[in-house]
């Protein structure tokens, strides 16, 4: 390979050791020499949202990622998510939702929800002030909360409400009336 660097990292919880082009990007890397499809392509230029993965639990746009900054991290893609044959609490809600019609950006949608979740929890977001902090059990996002820290993640089919629905049930921690 030209230009290659040897990287090594962990995907989906396996290491995976391999040589890439120094120019590779992470989505590249996933979807052709990992076979690890679910990650979409929609724009390769940081604009739509449909290749964000987890890389140490933080949500990132692989398209603008490089394989090779990836060394020594922790990569987690949508095929990662469900245990077994238990869907992540994300995937399920997407799914009671109706959050997707072609499903194109449901991936990183998901990748970019759960990070979300975590965001919020560990007071990363900075609409999580220290009252909200104070309160127990889970953080309460609004629609509009939500829907602006989605803002990187678009959908073409414009399933918008039906995301946030989704993500709103999950961070609420209860049930909510399907829309
Ligand atoms: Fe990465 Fe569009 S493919 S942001
Ligand atoms: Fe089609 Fe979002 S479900 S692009």
Known sequence: IENGVNVSFKVNGTT????????????????????????????????????????DGRRVLSCLSLAASCEGKTVQTIEGLAQGNNLHPMQAAFLKHDGFQCGFCTPGQICSAVALMDEAKNGHASYVTEAIRKQPGPVQLSNEEIRERMSGNLCRCGAYPNIVAAIREVHSGKPIEQT
């Open 16 to 55: 995976r050791k391999l040589m890439v082009d120094s120019r590779m990007t992470l989505l590249d890397t996933l979807r052709e020499r990992l076979g690890l499809t679910g990650s979409k392509k929609g724009c390769d230029h940081g604009q739509c949202g449909a290749c964000t993965v987890l890389v």
